[in-house]
């Protein structure tokens, strides 16, 4: 059907939609599973996506001025943990002739987002203070709600709308004509007394009642609110610093007695790392038909990372403080990495700047310190870049390395944080179970279930080919009996 109307559609559209399972998913979702919804869908957001050139929208193409107003941006995360997408109206004023690149703007804001953190959805908020009659658009409102009702599917939380004028009550009605029933149930009327029912204070600007310090500026771009560097032994606030230097040494120690761990368990595992590499091969030529599946492992062009999306962390109920990253370095080169935050003042990462050889596995520890707790709007960002063989790997070499790396060549990947609810240990994490079993047999036996789950995602991947080629085979196969009998049935007539 698609290929059909190709000329109507960008070929890069057409080709996520035959490789990206999610995102068909994601289409249906929002249709509630109406296949032809869904397909009206499709058609109208990827002729609108051609219209927009949204594949090729970059900071480069857009007038600097729409980014320096400060109108639309990403900033900070809602209490269930998802990005903000503000929209300061007092910034925007209506005019025909930028109507356009404003719209494309929106949808470079959309696409950038969308790409970055696998259509993790958004929370929008249009920040009314200080508005009046002179800022109402109502067809650029229409346009920012046409995104996301239209041409980005299940992309939306909600849409938290702050202090709106009352002047403005007739042209919201006209706005929520436009929504459909689901879509209504999103908008969030607030002001700064129940704002916080949805945003908590360390994300909102004094003006909504918050505390966030936050001054847009650019450049550069806004971005995920990552600081860095990140001291892998955790900046100390308040504690005592004795008691900071005995759990710097209880996590040196720690580290240790995981190195250990794996050089103990490096000859079991070289059964499967056999067969992880004669079947790595394999990875480029077979795409896994269900894409929840290759969620567990991210499969980066530098580096391979696990988990894909989350972080478990334990709530303080639960008292489960550490979780464990593994990196795989899939290149020819040495990778160097480092890992940013949105919390610096929370975590501990080990190691946080660093690099990992060709072919290697790298284990990285985030641990949680000083009695904070993990937070849903908490973000870890890996950072990833080749070395040429003849640079070294120390701190300096890194240091001066990534102050020369272009920004091209740097692979980024986010993770969220999770919180465990129930007491029950996650696999994910780094804690002592309830039989005191040491935490290096926990570790041992995350490594092996992490190579487990490739090997086995890769196995049911050549019994899916071995399927087709038996398919395939009952195909001719049939085809030769019914040539067979065709030739048999004329050399009768002929002798008839």
């Given at each position: 059907y698609f290929?059909?109307?190709?000329?109507?559609?960008?070929?890069?559209d057409?080709?996520?939609?035959?490789?990206?399972?999610?995102?068909?998913?994601?289409?249906?979702?929002?249709?509630h599973?109406?296949?032809?919804?869904?397909?009206k869908?499709?058609?109208?957001?990827?002729?609108w996506?051609?219209?927009?050139?949204?594949?090729d929208?970059?900071?480069?193409?857009?007038?600097?001025?729409?980014?320096?107003?400060?109108?639309?941006?990403?900033?900070?995360y809602?209490?269930?943990?998802?990005?903000?997408?503000?929209?300061?109206?007092?910034?925007?004023?209506?005019d025909?002739?930028q109507?356009?690149?404003?719209?494309?703007?929106v949808a470079?804001w959309?696409?950038?987002?969308a790409?970055?953190?696998h259509?993790k959805p958004?929370?929008?908020?249009?920040?009314?203070a200080?508005?009046g009659?002179?800022?109402?658009?109502?067809?650029?409102?229409?346009?920012?709600?046409?995104?996301?009702?239209?041409?980005?599917?299940?992309?939306?939380?909600?849409?938290?709308i702050?202090?709106?004028?009352w002047?403005?009550?007739?042209?919201?009605?006209i706005?929520?004509?436009?929504?459909?029933p689901?879509?209504?149930?999103?908008?969030?009327?607030?002001?700064?007394?129940?704002?916080?029912?949805y945003?908590?204070?360390?994300?909102l600007?004094?003006?909504?009642?918050?505390t966030?310090?936050?001054?847009?500026?650019?450049?550069?771009?806004?971005?995920?609110?990552?600081?860095?560097?990140?001291?892998?032994?955790?900046?100390?606030?308040?504690?005592?610093?004795?008691?900071?230097?005995?759990?710097i040494d209880?996590?040196?120690?720690e580290?240790?007695?995981?190195?250990e761990?794996?050089?103990?368990n490096?000859?079991k595992?070289?059964?499967?790392?056999?067969i992880?590499?004669?079947?790595?091969?394999?990875?480029?030529?077979?795409?896994?038909?269900?894409?929840?599946?290759?969620?567990?492992?991210f499969?980066?062009?530098?580096?391979h990372?696990?988990p894909a999306?989350?972080?478990?962390f334990?709530?303080?109920?639960?008292?489960?403080?550490?979780?464990?990253?593994?990196?795989?370095?899939?290149?020819?080169?040495?990778?160097?990495f480092?890992?940013?935050?949105?919390?610096p003042?929370?975590?501990?990462?080990k190691?946080?700047?660093?690099?990992?050889?060709?072919?290697?596995?790298?284990?990285?520890?985030?641990?949680?310190?000083?009695?904070?707790?993990?937070?849903?709007?908490?973000r870890?960002?890996?950072m990833?870049?080749?070395?040429?063989?003849?640079?070294?790997?120390?701190?300096?070499e890194?240091?001066?390395?990534?102050?020369?790396?272009?920004?091209?060549?740097?692979?980024?990947?986010?993770?969220?944080?999770?919180?465990?609810?129930?007491?029950?240990?996650?696999?994910?994490?780094?804690?002592?179970?309830?039989?005191?079993?040491?935490?290096?047999?926990?570790?041992d036996?995350?490594?092996?279930?992490?190579?487990?789950l490739?090997?086995?995602k890769?196995?049911e991947?050549q019994m899916?080919?071995?399927?087709?080629?038996?398919?395939?085979?009952?195909?001719?196969?049939?085809l030769?009996?019914?040539?067979?009998?065709?030739?048999?049935y004329?050399?009768?007539?002929?002798?008839?």
């Amino acid at each position: 059907y698609f290929l059909e109307k190709s000329d109507k559609y960008d070929s890069r559209d057409v080709e996520r939609l035959q490789q990206d399972d999610k995102w068909v998913e994601n289409y249906l979702i929002w249709r509630h599973d109406v296949v032809d919804d869904t397909l009206k869908m499709i058609d109208e957001s990827f002729q609108w996506r051609k219209e927009y050139t949204v594949n090729d929208l970059s900071e480069s193409v857009l007038p600097k001025w729409l980014f320096e107003i400060g109108a639309l941006f990403l900033h900070g995360y809602d209490k269930e943990g998802y990005k903000l997408f503000w929209f300061k109206v007092k910034h925007h004023t209506r005019d025909p002739k930028q109507q356009l690149d404003k719209k494309k703007l929106v949808a470079f804001w959309l696409e950038h987002y969308a790409k970055r953190d696998h259509g993790k959805p958004l929370t929008v908020v249009f920040d009314m203070a200080e508005t009046g009659i002179s800022h109402i658009d109502l067809d650029f409102v229409r346009f920012i709600v046409n995104c996301f009702t239209d041409y980005y599917p299940n992309f939306l939380t909600k849409i938290v709308i702050f202090e709106m004028p009352w002047i403005m009550n007739a042209a919201f009605k006209i706005v929520k004509g436009w929504l459909g029933p689901d879509a209504i149930s999103m908008l969030k009327f607030t002001n700064k007394n129940d704002v916080q029912e949805y945003i908590s204070g360390e994300y909102l600007p004094p003006h909504m009642g918050g505390t966030d310090s936050f001054k847009y500026s650019y450049p550069p771009l806004v971005d995920d609110d990552f600081q860095t560097p990140l001291c892998e032994n955790g900046p100390i606030t308040s504690e005592d610093e004795h008691e900071s230097k005995e759990e710097i040494d209880a996590d040196t120690k720690e580290a240790g007695e995981l190195n250990e761990a794996q050089n103990l368990n490096q000859k079991k595992m070289n059964s499967i790392e056999q067969i992880s590499k004669s079947e790595e091969t394999d990875k480029t030529e077979v795409k896994p038909k269900n894409a929840k599946k290759a969620l567990t492992t991210f499969k980066g062009p530098l580096l391979h990372i696990s988990p894909a999306e989350e972080l478990y962390f334990g709530s303080k109920e639960t008292g489960e403080k550490k979780c464990l990253i593994v990196l795989t370095n899939v290149t020819k080169n040495v990778v160097a990495f480092k890992v940013r935050t949105t919390a610096p003042e929370k975590y501990r990462v080990k190691p946080s700047n660093s690099s990992c050889e060709p072919g290697t596995s790298l284990d990285i520890i985030v641990s949680l310190h000083g009695g904070f707790a993990a937070s849903l709007q908490d973000r870890f960002l890996i950072m990833a870049a080749e070395m040429d063989q003849s640079s070294g790997a120390g701190v300096p070499e890194l240091t001066q390395f990534w102050k020369e790396v272009p920004r091209t060549k740097v692979m980024e990947h986010r993770l969220r944080c999770h919180v465990i609810e129930s007491s029950k240990p996650s696999s994910l994490t780094l804690k002592d179970n309830a039989f005191n079993i040491p935490a290096k047999t926990n570790e041992d036996l995350h490594i092996q279930l992490t190579h487990l789950l490739q090997i086995n995602k890769r196995l049911e991947e050549q019994m899916n080919r071995c399927l087709w080629f038996q398919q395939l085979s009952v195909v001719l196969s049939l085809l030769s009996v019914t040539v067979a009998a065709f030739c048999f049935y004329l050399a009768s007539a002929q002798r008839s």
